[in-house]
Antibody, heavy 119, light 106 residues
Framework: QVQLVQSGAEVKKPGASVKVSCQASRDTFSNYYIHWVRQAPGPGLEWMGLISPSVGSTSYAQKLEGRLSMTRDTSTNTVYMELSSLRSEDTAVYYC????????????WGQGTMVTVSS | DIQMTQSPSTLSASVGDRVTITCRASHSISRWLAWYQQKPGKAPKLLIYKASSLESGVPSRFSGSGSGTEFTLTISSLQPDDLATYYCQQYTSFSTFGQGTKVEIK
């Protein structure tokens, strides 16, 4: 079964950084883009950015530029999303999702990682 | 940026009812529109892509239509398992989601 497996919940203080992982199959890692989407408490989904795991290229939402970094580890088929200078407004569930190309939507999602920012 | 606006934000219907959700894009997105279903505590699940194509394994009571800036998701006969929040997504320019429509069962 195709799946994306994310790391566990995190609790961070304001100003700290958080790094969330998303492990994929070799096929997904080689042939898909991995996007990150977050959901603050309540309805609503916010697109954060994407990484091409095979190449390492990234693109980020303008709102998060400067605080967001996406990387990958080719030896473990894992991508990472790191958000720095955390604020209370960053409290959310963070999802990774795969997308084959610009002609296709997100067909498989990770289970989500809850990140709580609190002093 | 392309903005997506869904309506209604909440709807309540009875089992067996026909339900329609509308999504409007601030600019034309051709047919690059997807619909997702999200149940409480779960990740979104893809239902419809390219405005009207049904994802494999999704019940045929779900259908999508539209192009350009106006789109609809229809559930032909609402079932108890359809209790969820539904999101539209444009994917012509990176990605933007609508604010969601919560479907409640009367």
């Amino acid at each position: 079964q195709v799946q994306l497996v994310q790391s566990g919940a995190e609790v961070k203080k304001p100003g700290a950084s958080v790094k969330v992982s998303c492990q994929a199959s070799r096929d997904t890692f080689s042939n898909y883009y991995i996007h990150w989407v977050r959901q603050a408490p309540g309805p609503g989904l916010e697109w954060m950015g994407l990484i091409s795991p095979s190449v390492g290229s990234t693109s980020y939402a303008q709102k998060l530029e400067g605080r967001l970094s996406m990387t990958r580890d080719t030896s473990t088929n894992t991508v990472y999303m790191e958000l720095s200078s955390l604020r209370s407004e960053d409290t959310a569930v963070y999802y990774c999702a795969r997308r084959r190309d610009s002609d296709n939507p997100f067909d498989i999602w990770g289970q989500g990682t809850m990140v709580t920012v609190s002093s | 940026d392309i903005q997506m606006t869904q309506s209604p934000s909440t709807l309540s219907a009875s089992v067996g009812d026909r339900v329609t959700i509308t999504c409007r894009a601030s600019h034309s997105i051709s047919r690059w529109l997807a619909w997702y279903q999200q149940k409480p505590g779960k990740a979104p699940k893809l239902l419809i892509y390219k405005a009207s194509s049904l994802e494999s394994g999704v019940p045929s009571r779900f259908s999508g239509s539209g192009s350009g800036t106006e789109f609809t998701l229809t559930i032909s006969s609402l079932q108890p398992d359809d209790l969820a929040t539904y999101y539209c997504q444009q994917y012509t320019s990176f990605s933007t989601f609508g604010q969601g429509t919560k479907v409640e069962i009367k």
